[in-house]
């Protein structure tokens, strides 16, 4: 059973960083996309990054040029960097480890709380 474990959650000001990790248990890392999604109150839950097994990268208009999302397979973990956070990153933000090919997985972390304050 793959767990995603998230760490790095927690309430900054506006301006600040956080650096968020994700550590995943199994043999499923080196070869999944690796994913961090957010939900704030009242809205659905959105992409914020991606990185996938061969290093391309996707990220959210929202946070380009303010959150950097990279992985060391060596460690099974991901990370996101977020930097010049604003009071509108604030959410619940999720790990997902994902694979579109045979096969199929799609997995999630418990998720961890990041507030910003104005």
């Known amino acids: 059973q793959v767990q995603l474990v998230e760490s790095g959650g927690g309430l900054v000001q506006a301006g600040g960083s956080l650096r968020l990790s994700c550590a995943a248990s199994g043999s499923i890392f080196s070869s999944s996309t690796m994913a961090w999604y957010r939900q704030a109150p009242g809205k659905q839950r959105e992409l914020v990054a991606a990185?996938?097994?061969?290093?391309?990268?996707t990220y959210a208009d929202s946070v380009k040029g303010r959150f950097t999302i990279s992985r060391a397979n060596a460690k099974n973990t991901v990370y996101l960097q977020m930097n010049s956070l604003k009071p509108e990153d604030t959410a619940i933000y999720y790990c997902?480890?994902?694979?579109?090919?045979?096969?199929?997985?799609?997995?999630w972390g418990q998720g961890t709380q990041v507030t910003v304050s104005s």
């Open positions: 997902n480890a994902n694979k579109t090919r045979w096969p199929f997985y799609d997995y």
């Open positions: 990185i996938t097994s061969g290093g391309r990268l």
